[in-house]
């Protein structure tokens, strides 16, 4: 789906809906609930192989197109490393997930609403030395289970897949995953590479975005899987 990530936390979705950009994002998400249509709650990761490829842009817009579908709509910042959502909403970050998984805060004391209706958030929060022992723990576990019930659906954003654990680990746990690829960036290599890391740890994989690709390039240029 070629596309440009927006480069001012712009939620796209939300600023112009009728734009092409946005009609893609809709697109994706009918895209994803064929896949899952067995799944009434549903979680999907976001990745990418690498930093500033647009995840964090497409789980915002992703979310925000459901919240617009008039789905209940969670968006969990787990990329704990370099958090980045509670900017697409002009949110603080002073708390969040990190605290919740280290057991100093309950779930429903780290969940904020947003001001897109349907739509809530939990953010990143403090950013801690141990964020792939956090995301293998048992209150993680616990966290997706009270989210799915809560929720029609549930959408993680999470750092990069290829060199970190942390994807994987979510991977294992969500119903399907989304990756993001700027094209201009990532090698075909790098890609299969990740593929085949999240395949290992069980992740589903139900597409790519694809960014930052001209027309001459969105006409000739695929990943083979």
Request: hydrophobic share 35%; aromatic share 10%.
């Given at each position: 789906m070629p596309q440009r990530s927006s480069k001012n936390n712009v939620i796209i979705t939300e600023a112009n809906p009728q734009s092409?950009?946005?009609e893609s994002y809709r697109t994706l998400r009918t895209n994803i609930d064929?896949?899952?249509?067995?799944?009434d709650n549903k979680v999907i990761m976001v990745t990418?192989?690498?930093q500033a490829e647009g995840k964090t842009t497409t789980a915002v817009n992703m979310a925000v197109a459901y919240a617009q579908a008039e789905?209940?709509?969670l968006v969990v910042d787990a990329d704990m490393r370099r958090p980045n959502v509670h900017n697409m909403f002009r949110r603080p970050n002073r708390v969040g997930l990190s605290n919740l998984l280290a057991g100093q805060?309950?779930?429903?004391?780290?969940?904020t609403e947003t001001h897109i209706p349907h739509l809530e958030l939990i953010s990143a929060g403090v950013i801690p030395h141990n964020p792939s022992e956090l995301l293998s723990s048992e209150r993680w576990v616990?966290?997706?289970?009270?989210?799915?019930?809560k929720y029609d659906v549930v959408i993680v954003d999470t750092p990069p897949a290829l060199s970190l654990p942390d994807a994987q680990l979510v991977a294992g746990h969500s119903d399907g995953v989304v990756i993001v690829i700027d094209v201009?960036?990532?090698?075909?290599?790098a890609v299969k590479k990740m593929k085949s890391n999240l395949e290992h740890a069980k992740g589903r994989i139900l597409g790519v975005v694809l960014?930052?690709?001209?027309?001459?390039e969105a006409g000739t240029y695929a990943y083979q899987y």
């Open positions: 092409p950009i946005s064929f896949s899952l249509v067995d799944n990418s192989t690498q789905k209940k709509v805060y309950t779930v429903q004391e780290l969940i616990q966290f997706i289970e009270f989210a799915k019930n201009g960036k990532v090698k075909r290599e960014n930052n690709m001209n027309k001459k």
